[in-house]
Structure formats: C-alpha cells, structure tokens
C-alpha cells in the first residue's frame, strides 16, 4: 500500500518561499503522476500541481503559475514542491497525492487520485 508523507509546511511572511516534499514508500511512485492540493480554512480541497509519470510535464493552476514548481526524484521515491512569491491567500493544508492509476496522465481533479498524505500546513502572514 502506497504511503505518502508531507512536510515542510510552516509559517512564512507575504512574499516569502516554502520547500514542501512528499516521501513515498511502500510502492514506488515512479510510474504514477504525483499532484499536490490544497485546502484554505472554510473552502474545499483545490488542485495546485501536477507532474506526470513520463517525460516530467507539469500543469498548473492558474493562481500558481510562475511562482510555484514541482519536481520529482524517482530514485528516492520523493516529490518536491517549490513555494515562491507566497501570497496570504496561498495558506492552507497542502496535500500529496498519488495518481489512482500507474502510466496515466491527465489527472487534475481530486477522484483521479488514490493516495493521499495527512497534509502539511503552510501559513503566509501578510
């Protein structure tokens, strides 16, 4: 069974940056794309990012594009999320999850996922 594990979450000021990884174990991710979501007090869970099993191509938000970026290291079964230019609107729970099924591209809604973290809190103070 896949687990995945989150941190690096924290608190940061308005404009500041936050490093968020996911380390996965029990099966290896390699074949899977890896997404990362997020959920602000009161709203429901959103997509943030996504990085496909092949090749490493990303889809992202619109409200993250050019400030947030992901990558994976397969060799340690990790996923990496870089914060940059954080914004208050950008606190939430933030989630790693792993796509439900292996060699499969196009997830971007929260039922194309079947593994998730307990999540890692990021606050940006204003």
């Known amino acids: 069974q896949l687990q995945l594990v989150e941190s690096g979450g924290g608190l940061v000021q308005a404009g500041g940056s936050l490093r968020l990884s996911c380390a996965a174990s029990g099966r290896t991710v390699s074949s899977y794309t890896m997404g990362w979501f997020r959920q602000a007090p009161g709203k429901e869970r959103e997509f943030v990012i996504d990085i496909s099993w092949i090749g490493g191509t990303t889809y992202y938000a619109d409200s993250v594009k050019g400030r947030f970026n992901i990558w994976r290291d397969n060799a340690k079964n990790m996923v990496y999320l870089q914060m940059n230019s954080l914004k208050p609107e950008d606190t939430g729970v933030y989630y790693c999850?792993?796509?439900?099924?292996?060699?499969?591209?196009?997830?971007?809604?929260?039922?194309?996922?079947?593994?998730w973290g307990q999540g890692t809190q990021v606050t940006v103070s204003s």
């Open positions: 999850a792993a796509d439900a099924f292996p060699r499969h591209t196009g997830a971007r809604e929260e039922a194309d996922f079947g593994s």
